[in-house]
């Protein structure tokens, strides 16, 4: 298995790029050894030169010697799992050296992929499952969300469940071909580093978390936005056998005006009609469809769970500075049946009401799926279909007068003929 995830073929290095590297290692060692990896991970071969200027020496006289220089070299620069070729000199044979840690463990020496190819710049946030990173790639400069696991995983069993994330995240972004529609936290990369997981993902701007918590007062237009952006996602993600069962604003992120869904630790894929293959951990009890607890939970269609914790979510947004949403008690039990208070309001329309109210009902089969939604309120369309729909009433109302007006004629006329055959 290469160490890194690179298409980037060098058939072999020339002279001016031994400088290169060596005005890289004497200003930024830390930036030399990303290069390094990044260029020559997947490389067969490569000039002596380029070593010595990697490892610092001044010259190279035999065969072996390039091979110990070249085993230097990856150990320097943090390449585990790489296989290293050099050339060789002229009537020798070139050598192969392989560094094989055992997965996900550090050789002596070795500085991981994390440390090794990105810049922390802040610490994002954490909970259960890990904490998020924001961090600057070396090579290429661009911004990236990290996502380190919390703790090392213990064995086989438990690497898997501990990247369920990873499948999921993964499969949709290749499943994805429209970018427009594409409402979820794109994936780029993942690696197991020192039995912890590593996550990289698109960085957003901000959470509606974040934002709730600096006292925004959303209004409808505001509420069916964010509604939109995530029944788009949740269409893609349920169309591809994905429940997300972890819907809430911590979870939703957004970036240039664009809210998307992330965080996938309790994703689950389902094999028809939303049941699930594997037992579902419960996510916050704040945004938690009351079926989740029931004992026979597999059997359930958990996608109407999802469309539940979207509602749930609306609802806080119309609601908040009044109302919080409680972890339990009788409140809780309320806001689960259909007698929760909501009615219309300076910022909450009859519309959205209608909305909330069908998402969260309390038969979980009644809450319509995301694209029923998306086609039947007009709060929910894109500004095109608005655009669309206004010009539609529009031609609707200038026919309604037109007929209107034909109508009108049609009655004088009648009244002329009648006046003329009474003179008659």
């Known amino acids: 298995m290469d160490c890194f995830d690179s298409s980037m073929e060098v058939a072999e290095a020339d002279v001016s790029m031994t400088s290169t590297y060596s005005d890289v290692i004497q200003t930024s060692p830390k930036s030399a050894r990303g290069l390094f990896a990044r260029t020559f991970c997947r490389t067969d071969s490569y000039d002596e030169n380029v070593i010595m200027a990697l490892n610092g020496v001044s010259s190279i006289t035999s065969s072996s010697n390039i091979n110990n220089k070249s085993s230097s070299a990856g150990k320097a620069f943090g390449t585990p799992d790489c296989i290293i070729k050099t050339r060789g000199t002229p009537g020798s044979v070139g050598g192969e050296v392989r560094t094989t840690p055992t997965l996900g463990q550090h050789s002596e020496g070795n500085i991981g992929r994390f440390q090794n190819d990105f810049e922390v710049i802040r610490t994002l946030g954490g909970g259960i499952f890990g904490t998020v990173y924001a961090a600057r790639g070396i090579v290429d400069s661009a911004e990236y969300a990290v996502k380190k696991s919390k703790r090392r995983f213990h064995g086989d069993n438990d690497r898997?469940?501990?990247?369920?994330?990873?499948?999921?995240?993964?499969?949709?972004?290749?499943?994805?071909?429209?970018?427009?529609?594409?409402?979820?936290?794109?994936?780029?990369?993942a690696w197991i580093e020192d039995d912890y997981i590593f996550l990289q993902m698109e960085l957003c701007e901000t959470s509606l978390e974040e934002i709730i918590a600096q006292g925004q007062v959303f209004s409808a237009t505001d509420v069916f936005l964010v509604l939109r952006h995530v029944?788009?996602?949740?269409?893609?993600?349920?169309?591809?056998?994905?429940?997300?069962?972890?819907?809430k604003p911590a979870n939703i992120m957004r970036k240039h005006g664009h809210?998307?869904?992330?965080?996938?630790?309790?994703?689950?894929?389902?094999?028809?009609?939303?049941?699930?293959?594997?037992?579902?951990?419960?996510?916050?009890?704040?945004?938690?469809?009351s079926e989740l607890l029931e004992w026979n939970v597999k059997d359930k269609d958990l996608t109407k769970a999802d469309l539940f914790s979207l509602g749930i979510t609306a609802y806080e947004l119309v609601m908040r500075p009044t109302?919080?949403?409680?972890?339990?008690?009788?409140?809780?039990?309320?806001?689960?049946?259909?007698?929760?208070?909501?009615?219309?309001?300076?910022?909450?329309?009859?519309?959205?009401?209608?909305?909330?109210?069908?998402?969260?009902h309390a038969d979980p089969s009644q809450r319509p799926p995301p694209a029923t939604l998306l086609?039947?309120?007009?709060?929910?369309?894109?500004?095109?279909?608005?655009?669309?729909?206004?010009?539609?009433?529009?031609?609707?109302?200038?026919?309604?007068?037109?007929?209107?007006?034909?109508?009108?004629?049609?009655?004088?006329?009648?009244?002329?003929?009648?006046?003329?055959?009474?003179?008659?």
């Open 160 to 189: 898997e469940k501990m990247m369920m994330e990873i499948h999921a995240i993964s499969r949709l972004s290749a499943q994805s071909e429209d970018d427009e529609v594409f409402s979820i936290v794109r994936y780029f990369s």
């Open 231 to 247: 029944l788009l996602a949740l269409k893609f993600l349920h169309s591809h056998d994905f429940v997300h069962l972890d819907i």
């Open 259 to 289: 809210y998307k869904l992330g965080d996938f630790g309790l994703a689950r894929r389902f094999i028809s009609q939303g049941h699930v293959m594997s037992g579902v951990e419960e996510g916050d009890s704040r945004y938690l469809a």
């Open 323 to 360: 109302d919080s949403l409680p972890q339990n008690g009788e409140f809780w039990h309320l806001l689960r049946s259909n007698n929760f208070p909501l009615a219309p309001s300076p910022v909450c329309s009859q519309e959205l009401v209608d909305v909330i109210k069908s998402l969260m």
């Open 375 to 424: 086609s039947t309120f007009i709060g929910l369309a894109s500004d095109k279909e608005k655009e669309i729909y206004l010009l539609t009433l529009t031609n609707e109302a200038l026919k309604s007068k037109l007929h209107e007006a034909e109508a009108a004629v049609a009655s004088r006329g009648s009244g002329r003929l009648k006046r003329h055959h009474s003179i008659i």
